[in-house]
């Protein structure tokens, strides 16, 4: 897969829509099923041409773009969705660092995958195996992704699976964005490009 500043872009573009779901998810107890569709998709396409390819196209990413656009221009009114976007780096750092995780992961995406072609990646069955998945995998590495929201919907074992589903979408696109050259310098000197790409992007 050929990489661009602008593939760049779509991955954290697809980090941030994934969060913004996890955090809609603890604190409503539920997520858009568009935007987290698209993201929840993701992480059974894993031998996709282009990062578009990866996540159905750079619209299914609009959400998370905008997301990304109103965090660098300081408008975002989430302001735990940045904090947990590092969390997720510093996890995924963690996470690729472990063979033994990764194919455990792998193993487990291709025995659910079938499913999910059937009944849809935000099907609650697909969500209860994803969420299992990652609890079985990912979250038991360091540091672990702590998820703060209504203790009401917190306790639902639905929206946790939902909410652990989505945070192996958040790490998968956290390591595409790292396979595409992006780090943390990105966030701190690159923020003038991220918002020109993000002109080109968004309509």
Not at 12 to 34: I, K
Request: no cysteine.
């Amino acid at each position: 897969m050929s990489a661009s500043f602008d593939d760049r872009v779509l991955a954290l573009g697809a980090l941030a829509q994934s969060l913004q779901q996890v955090r809609s998810t603890a604190e409503t107890g539920q997520s858009r099923s568009d935007a987290a569709e698209a993201v929840l998709d993701s992480v059974f396409r894993i031998d996709a041409d282009s990062v578009a390819d990866v996540y159905g196209g750079v619209p299914r990413l609009h959400p998370g773009l905008r997301l990304l656009r109103d965090s660098l221009l300081r408008q975002a009114q989430d302001e735990s969705i940045p904090r947990l976007a590092l969390a997720v780096m510093r996890l995924e750092r963690r996470f690729s660092a472990e063979p033994g995780a990764i194919e455990a992961v792998a193993a487990g995406l291709q025995r659910i995958a079938p499913q999910a072609r059937a009944q849809g990646s935000t099907h609650p069955e697909v969500l209860n195996a994803l969420g299992a998945l990652y609890a079985e995998t990912i979250s038991q590495l360091r540091p672990r992704v702590m998820v703060q929201g209504s203790p009401h919907y917190l306790g639902q074992a639905a929206v946790v699976a939902e909410i652990r589903a989505l945070l192996l979408a958040a790490v998968r696109a956290a390591v595409l964005w790292r396979q595409l050259g992006g780090s943390q310098w990105d966030l701190l000197f690159s923020r003038g490009r991220m918002l020109e790409s993000l002109q080109r992007l968004l309509p």
